[in-house]
Every structure is written in C-alpha cells, then in structure tokens.
C-alpha cells in the first residue's frame, strides 16, 4: 500500500552551481518546490518530510498552507547523507519503504513515482533507481529495513555507496520519463527544462531572482 511508503523530498542546499534559490523559483504555475510536493502527493503519498536549510524560514512561510513536514539540516553545505540522516528522524516508524526525492527534480511525474513503488510492492526488490535510456536517476526507492544505514551514510559515497555495498538486491529499472536523469543544476538547465515541459520559457530572467 501507499500508505507503507514515505517520501524525503530534499532542499537544504544554497542552489550554489543555479545562483538563484532553486525551491521558489516559478515552474508553470507553480514553484519548484511545490510541483516536486504536488508529484509526491498525486502518487498518493502522505507522508512526505522536507529537509531544508537554507533559507529556511522563506520556505516554511511559502509552504504555510502545505501539508508537510519539516527537517532542517542546519549545514546547507553538507553533503546529502546530511540531510537524509536528518530526515529519516521523522519518518513515521510504521513506514516500510522511502522515497527519497531532490528539489532539482520537479517535472518527474506521479506516474514514474507510482511504478517505483508498485515494483516494490510486486517484487520486493529493496533498493530501486530509475533509469532512463540507460542514465540512472531520482527519486530512489529504498526499503526501509536499510533504515539505520540511512542515517549512518558515508559522506562521500552517500546513497550511491548503499546500492554498491547492496549491489545484489539493488534494480536499475527502466522508466518511460526522461525527467528522472534530468539535472536542474544551472540556470541553462532550469529554462530548457521549463521550456520542454511547458512549452515556453519561465517568466522570470536570470536577474530576478537572489
């Protein structure tokens, strides 16, 4: 079910390699952060924590009326085992498996988060990345029997280091979504990807935002 899976969504970083403040920049209607929310919520996830740091408090003013949680991760500098250790605190005991999702990722849709998750439920497979056209990427579905070895990641090898020492009961699987391996890294990033998934290019320029 639906309601074993939780989701860490993670925004703690300075959005340094962007130069403007990823999570609230426009997409579409909405913001960054809100369409990656709004994605988790259409998979019909409940729980969804959201680590942040940076610029905290913009984001929790933003998200006042959002039905979410809030980890912080007070270095926004750190790497992401950080900010994952600082989220799986919160995750409800109860939940089975995890979703663990960036904010540079906001067009990945309900329907590639719904196949992570029912190749779990069907297989058992404990770790799970997507990959398309044979490039992995985000989100990644982790069991949570690996909950305590979520909280003590190698700095450098983070997540990436979980699937190598599990390589056996870890499964790229192949997705129909581009969006999984599509980095939102630099502002040249953020427009062709708001230009592919809308159709027209933000109405916002480089200089708009701090």
């Known amino acids: 079910m639906k309601s074993d899976v939780a989701a860490l969504l993670l925004a703690a970083g300075r959005s340094s390699r962007m130069g403007k403040f990823k999570p609230l920049l426009p997409f579409g209607d909405q913001t960054v952060v809100e369409s990656c929310l709004a994605n988790l919520r259409a998979a019909k996830i409940e729980e969804i924590i959201l680590v942040i740091g940076y610029r905290a408090d913009e984001i929790r003013d933003h998200l006042a009326n959002a039905e979410v949680q809030f980890a912080i991760n007070p270095d926004p500098d750190s790497e992401m085992s950080a900010s994952i250790a600082r989220g799986i605190e919160q995750v409800n005991p109860h939940a089975e498996a995890l979703l663990i999702a960036l904010v540079d990722h906001p067009a990945v849709p309900a329907e590639t988060l719904c196949t992570l998750i029912d190749e779990w439920t069907r297989t058992g497979a404990r770790l799970i990345q997507p990959e398309y056209h044979g490039k992995g990427g985000h989100p990644v579905l982790v069991d949570l029997s690996f909950r305590d070895e979520l909280k003590h990641l190698d700095s450098t090898e983070g997540l990436r280091g979980l699937f190598r020492r599990h390589r056996n009961e870890a499964r790229l699987l ?3 979504s581009p969006y999984v391996a599509r980095d939102m890294d630099t502002w040249e990033d953020y427009v062709a990807l ?7 290019p933000p109405a916002v320029d480089s200089g708009d935002f701090s």
Do not use: D, I, R
């Open 174 to 176: 192949t997705v129909s």
């Open 194 to 200: 708001h230009e592919e998934v809308f159709g027209y």
